[in-house]
């Protein structure tokens, strides 16, 4: 069934990126039609990882909407007002709010838009269609709906990154930490041993979270680092989740970002907050006091074999040691990977661009390294077929990392500036008022704009030989140019 409504802005996905750009078209005055598609049956947000005790690391006034909008009616702050909580919030003096509170947060200001969400709909495929007035973005869901939309907002997260070692197994028993909790409950009523692959913030979310269930036996750490790690929390550092520090990122070479993030990685990737490592570390020395084997810490190791022994659905995980090349074998009931999220790039865990975007990818523009150009607002330049047909639009909310800096990996930190940059490139330009490129707001749907170096899937160099050298996109042309 398709919706012959051509909507003006169609978000794939409404976790907390576009949930935040939701909240900012509505506060900056946007009059176009907007809709957004959710796979879940209703607003979650790291439902599968709402552990008891679990907190944000985020200052909660860098919230949906505060950094932008003090005065927005949807802020944290006046979450916690209406739910009669704020006095109680502020008694108990925490640096971060609790993991369960904040979802509860997002629900709430989730609830404000559920008319323009259909949720219980995963999207399946985007491709491109021709109407009468140019061409639109036209989205398939698994229930058989069709959408059409000028413009396309992909906010759904990254994939989950599996290691290939476990491809094969993934099921009830062995899951990525993305399906932990709904997981585990269906495991229920077994003395369990569960092996947990990863040395991140999940990672030992989770080895603590087990270690308080009664129904497990023993839990086993493995990871290829020595244990786990101190996350970065220098106000320095952290710096990268500052506005700022996207405008000095965004601009460098390929090579200096990934040197850059590869010398910043402690502070997002693989690293622990000071409180649960102190936690794991007191919990392990009164197991040595006990005599107790049920947890045991694997550092310096990886899964290099998993194969099925005996019955009842038992893995047996062959573990090398990385650094001498030794071998031992465990067997467990449950392999959870904490492994995290696999990065747009050309590297053998990466994507070259997210799954979704596999039917219009021979119209974006590439970067040097031939993955999709994202413009400073976030959008992708999309070819489009005639200098007077529709402009096609889309941008990726949350999905940047590689040009955009680590602040864009999941960071709740940047949600508001994000979603400002997104928000304000889709407000249209008056007519009669000239935009940053010299053009009419009027007329700019005649004019062509700057042409980027490539275009996906035609190898062609546009400035160096002409428009007629696109190839394969035959007399397509390119709408956006990078900023």
Known sequence: MTEHEIHSVLGIGFGPANLSLAVTLEELGYTGRSR????????????????????????????????????SAYTFVNYLASQGR????????????????????????????????????????????????????????DDGREYLGETVVIGTGRSPRIPPVFRRSLGPTVFHATRYLSSLRRLRGRALRVAVVGGSQSAIEIVLDLLGRDDVAQVVSVQRGIGFRLKDTSPYSRRVFLPEFIDYFYPLPAETKRRIRAELRSINYAACDQDVIDRLATVQHEYALKGSDRLRLMPFSEVSEVAPHGSGGVHRLVVRDVNNDTRSVYDADVV???????????????????PLLADVADRLALTEEGIPAVARDYSVPVARRAYG?????????????ASHGMGDAGALAVLSARSTDIAESLMPEPEGVLGPDGVLG??????????????????????????????DLGDLVVDEALR
């Not at 209703?42 to 950094?67: C, H, V």
């Open 389 to 401: 047909s529709r402009p096609l639009r889309l941008y990726l909310n949350g999905l940047c990392e």
């Open 86 to 141: 704020l006095t109680d919030y502020l008694h108990l003096n925490a640096k971060f709010p609790l993991r369960r509170e904040y979802a509860g947060y997002l629900r709430w200001v989730a609830d404000s838009f559920r008319d323009a969400v259909d949720y219980g709909r995963s999207a399946t495929r985007l491709t491109v269609a021709d109407t009468a007035d140019g061409e639109v973005f036209r989205l398939e869901t």
């Open 442 to 471: 009027s007329d700019r749907a005649l004019q062509p704009d700057r042409t980027p170096d490539r275009v996906l899937g035609s190898g062609a160099l546009v400035p160096d030989h002409g428009i007629g050298d696109i190839g």
């Open 336 to 354: 959870v990977l904490a492994t995290g999220f696999r990065d747009f790039g050309l590297g053998p865990d990466d994507e070259p661009y997210h």
């Open 36 to 71: 957004f598609v959710e796979r879940a049956a209703d607003f979650q947000w790291q439902d599968e990882q709402l552990i008891d005790g679990a907190d944000i690391q985020n200052n909660p006034f860098r919230d949906l909407t505060m950094p932008r909008n003090t005065g």
